[in-house]
């Protein structure tokens, strides 16, 4: 076992072990939580609409994910919305062509898997017991403004995709003289002699005159621009503006929105539900499943446990087991004509046979749960702060309309000030991309290269943030993206430009080098003539962690020499050095794996082949497929 261990630890082995996961997988749970409904169409599959509001929340989605996982430490406006956006659009087509694909293959999930695959998320755990929590699931859902319905709908999709992946992959396969051919090859080492060319040695030895200067600078103007850019004043009105401790909120008003929440928690009423399902499907039509119910029925009826005759005669495997048990859930969760049996039923009760889209359900009421009904007095306070709040959010919206008007009248910002007693501010540079602080949403920065801000040299029309409220800003200085002068840049260009000649002096000695090699010319030659000093490594491993890795990738290119042949070549570093190669020897790897973990090995290397050809898979259905882009 350990030459299996050793083995997975090489680079083969890092490869071999990588999670095979789907390629939107990074949006995580959250990611199903995207805009449903029609804004404008940006991206069209096979008549499949991928709305602009869709590929937007998705790159927040993945731009809020890829900060958290850097640690929390960058700014997620460097993930720019143009660097995200490529890949999230990849993700939402590829996404598209597998939801198609799922009801070209003909997959389905009943919805009990997908209730109890629910229930076993992380996410929707008690933080005490451990156990799954309707409240917190319910809680998701409304933060998201998810219907329980869409919700299981999504998580059924996203379980028939990784489904229909395994499907895919599960068909790869590799064969005893692959795997010996694979572990023989990762095994090998290689005996090496290397010498370096540091390019940063040769700076001083390299001569520049002005017309290299110039004409280096001329070929690279383009690096030497800046960026157009603008300062502008403005101000920022939030809601919390409209806030005071003068405003009274009647006690009849609090009263009301009490009663309000009373009457929507004792809707969240919950049961715990029991069941047994006999499915409708390819192999079991839908007389011979009535059959079936109709004598679990008989069973019940003749005075036998429900939990015996489901473990007996239910076929939904996720909770046959447990006697149908299906847990606590609010109206909503289930298929419609089985929720409307279970808030129907008396505690203890059985229902009728009930008929859903996967089959006849019979349905226990377990037990009742009602949520804990709060005092007026313990929840008068958080009401009437609540009612203030949004009286100032309705005092916000309104003021839209008079900010619009006193923008465009006015030649500056102070009757805004003045009107409602906010300062009015200057940012520091902002680009079109984006500035510090509150310049960070794009709207802002867009506005502020709006051209009757920019040219008229107007103030802007109100800029809705979706953070932080109503903004009103105007131009206070504009500088133009313009190339800058030679002398500006002169110590720029000469560092460049030395580097670049000491890179390209330091490949052609390592050419001249390996010309030298290949003519026979002594090792001690070379060394004295470059200034250089050989460096002999016997049994450099794929894995070695020693060298650079362009090194050991290079070392690794290079055919086995022929007799007392040697091979050389040269490969750049990234900081621009370049290192000489000798290959003088090949040794290869021994295969010492036993049986089982032969077998163990097969089976990973036969998934990675799997994931291979599930992307061809992905790459076929694209292939085939109609995508527009508007």
């Not at 200057?426 to 801000?453: C, N």
């Amino acid at each position: 076992m350990q030459g299996f261990r050793d083995l997975l630890k090489g680079w083969f082995g890092k490869v071999l072990l990588t999670i095979f996961i789907l390629p939107f997988a990074f949006f995580g749970i959250q990611g199903l939580f995207q805009a449903g409904g029609r804004s404008d169409v940006s991206i069209v599959v096979d008549g499949e609409e991928i709305s602009k509001a869709q590929i937007e929340q998705s790159i927040e989605q993945q731009r809020q994910n890829l900060a958290q996982r850097m640690g929390g430490g960058i700014d997620p406006s460097v993930l720019s919305s143009d660097l995200l956006r490529p890949g999230v659009e990849e993700t939402l087509i590829q996404k598209s062509l597998l939801k198609t694909a799922i009801g070209d293959e003909g997959l389905y999930l009943p919805q009990e898997a997908v209730s109890s695959y629910v229930r076993a998320m992380p996410t929707f755990q008690d933080d005490v017991t451990g156990e799954f929590s309707q409240v917190k699931l319910e809680r998701v859902l409304v933060q998201a403004g998810y219907s329980g319905t869409r919700f299981f709908e999504e998580i059924s999709q996203s379980l028939l995709i990784e489904q229909l992946q395994k499907g895919v992959s599960a068909t790869a396969f590799v064969t005893p003289k692959e795997l010996e051919a694979l572990v023989v090859l990762d095994g090998q080492k290689r005996n090496v002699a290397i010498v370096t060319l540091s390019s940063k040695g040769y700076e001083d030895t390299v001569e520049l005159g002005e017309e290299d200067i110039q004409a280096y600078y001329v070929a690279h103007a383009d690096e030497y621009q800046t960026q157009e850019k603008v300062k502008v004043s403005f101000v920022n009105i939030k809601a919390d503006h409209f806030l005071s401790d003068d405003i009274e909120i009647a006690e009849s008003d609090v009263r009301e929105r009490f009663d309000s929440e009373i009457a929507a928690l004792k809707k969240k009423e919950r049961r715990r539900a029991s069941h047994i399902l006999i499915e409708i499907n390819d192999e079991q039509s839908e007389e011979q499943a009535l059959v079936k119910i109709k004598d679990a029925k008989t069973k019940l009826d003749a005075g036998q446990g429900f939990d015996a005759v489901a473990q007996e005669l239910s076929e939904d495997i996720a909770t046959s087991k447990a006697g149908g048990d299906l847990g606590f859930s609010a109206r909503g969760i289930y298929d419609e004509s089985f929720d409307d049996a279970l808030f129907a039923l008396d505690e203890s009760r059985v229902s009728d046979i009930v008929r859903t889209e996967f089959g006849y359900h019979l349905i226990k009421l377990v037990n009742v749960e009602t949520p804990d009904l709060p005092e007026f007095a313990a929840e008068s306070d958080r009401i009437s702060k609540g009612i203030k709040a949004d009286k100032a959010e309705e005092e916000l919206v309104v003021a839209v309309d008079e900010l619009n008007r006193m923008a465009f009248e006015s030649g500056d910002l102070s009757a805004i000030s003045e009107r409602f007693n906010v300062a009015v501010q200057t940012s520091g540079w902002v680009q079109k991309a984006g500035g510090p602080g509150l310049f960070a949403d794009r709207s802002l920065a867009e506005a502020a290269f709006a051209e009757s801000v920019l040219k008229d040299q107007n103030n802007s029309e109100v800029i809705e943030t979706e953070k932080n409220g109503l903004v009103v800003l105007r131009l206070v200085e504009h500088k133009d993206a313009r190339t800058l002068e030679l002398d500006e840049v002169k110590t720029r260009v000469v560092a460049a430009l030395k580097k670049q000649k000491s890179i390209e002096k330091a490949k052609s000695d390592a050419s001249a080098i390996v010309k030298s090699i290949d003519e026979g010319k002594p090792s001690n030659d070379i060394e004295n003539e470059y200034a250089v000093e050989w460096k002999v490594i016997d049994a450099v491993a794929r894995q070695n962690s020693e060298l650079d890795r362009a090194v050991v990738s290079k070392i690794f290119e290079l055919p086995k020499p022929d007799d007392n042949k040697k091979t050389t070549s040269s490969v750049r570093l990234s900081n621009g050095d370049w290192v000489v190669i000798v290959l003088s020897g090949v040794v290869d790897g021994e295969y010492k794996l036993s049986d089982k973990e032969a077998s163990q090995m097969g089976s990973v290397v036969a998934g990675r082949f799997g994931q291979t050809d599930f992307q061809g898979y992905l790459g076929t259905l694209k292939d085939n497929a109609q995508i527009t882009r508007n």
